[in-house]
């Protein structure tokens, strides 16, 4: 009995089984699927720091109250309290209302004196209010301790 | 072609065991604020970046262990060393419960040093929020 010959007699006709190559695509997968790392968005609030050589942002004496919008924070339990140059606000709508008619006059820069009770999430939304209205020139009060 | 997947299960055995897994700064137990006017992070930048995570209760985790004022002195100390003030960047990865005496302090040791690139790191605001 003839041997049945390995090698097609007809030239051209080589054909290979493509199945072999689903595993690795398979292998692949599973290698890259393992090595995925799935991040949250993250975003970042620039800040500015007072300038070189100062420990904290004070404005000289002779600069007068108005050119200055001070930003004060405190917190009781969950309730945040914002005052503005000592002017009690609503919330964080009525001191956007309030900094949007200050920047209509003038561009003034803001200093936010953030109580340490108060949250970061309160303090971040308020900074982000201050960009949003358009103050440019934000900085953090030093404690006086 | 059968042997040749062998081949390639072996080779993709041998780069998974021996790939070095970057050790992230981030913390996913920090529940991060949300705000509207945050940058995208620029991956492209020269910058140092020292990230530093605050947790809900106030403690301060950077390189997966607690810092105090101290220690980030020293850290930013060390960078100094290797680089000026301008190629450094510190980003605060804060819980929005966090109380911002917890950050403060840190603040103040930033602007002492000279780092005034300091950022807040912050999730943007989606519809579901």
């Not at chain 1, 970042?44 to 904290?56: E, F, K, R, S, V």
């Not at chain 2, 998974?16 to 137990?29: F, R």
């Not at chain 2, 101290?70 to 060390?78: R, V």
Request: aromatic content about 6%.
């Amino acid at each position: 009995m003839k041997s049945p010959n390995h090698y097609s007699s007809e030239p051209g006709n080589v054909s290979s089984s493509m199945t072999p190559m689903i595993d690795v695509v398979f292998q692949l997968l599973i290698f890259f699927l393992c090595t995925a790392s799935f991040k949250l968005t993250e975003q970042a609030l620039p800040t500015t720091l007072p300038p070189l050589g100062a420990a904290a942002y004070k404005p000289p004496p002779e600069i007068e109250e108005l050119e200055l919008i001070r930003i004060g924070l405190t917190q009781s339990g969950d309730e945040l309290h914002i005052d503005m140059n000592g002017n009690a606000c609503a919330g964080i709508d009525d001191l956007a209302g309030r900094l949007r008619q200050l920047m209509a006059l003038a561009n003034l820069p803001a200093v936010l004196d953030v109580s340490t009770e108060v949250e970061i999430g309160h303090m971040v939304a308020v900074y982000d209010m201050c960009l949003a209205v358009g103050l440019k020139d934000i900085h953090f009060a030093a404690p006086d301790r | 072609m059968t042997p040749m997947i062998d081949v390639v299960f072996q080779l993709i055995v041998f780069f998974t065991a021996t790939s070095t897994m970057v050790k992230t700064e981030v913390n996913e137990t920090v529940a991060l604020p949300v705000a509207e006017k945050g940058q995208n992070q620029q991956t492209t930048s020269q910058k140092k970046k020292v990230t530093a995570n605050v947790l809900a209760d106030g403690s301060v985790v950077l390189g997966g262990r607690r810092i105090g004022v101290a220690e980030l002195q020293d850290i930013l100390s060390a960078e100094l060393e290797q680089r000026p003030a301008e190629h450094i960047e510190v980003q605060f990865r804060a819980d929005r419960k966090a109380p911002y005496g917890a950050v403060e302090p840190l603040l103040l040791v930033c602007a002492k040093k000279g780092v005034w690139q300091v950022s807040f790191a912050v999730s943007p605001i989606t519809e579901n929020r």
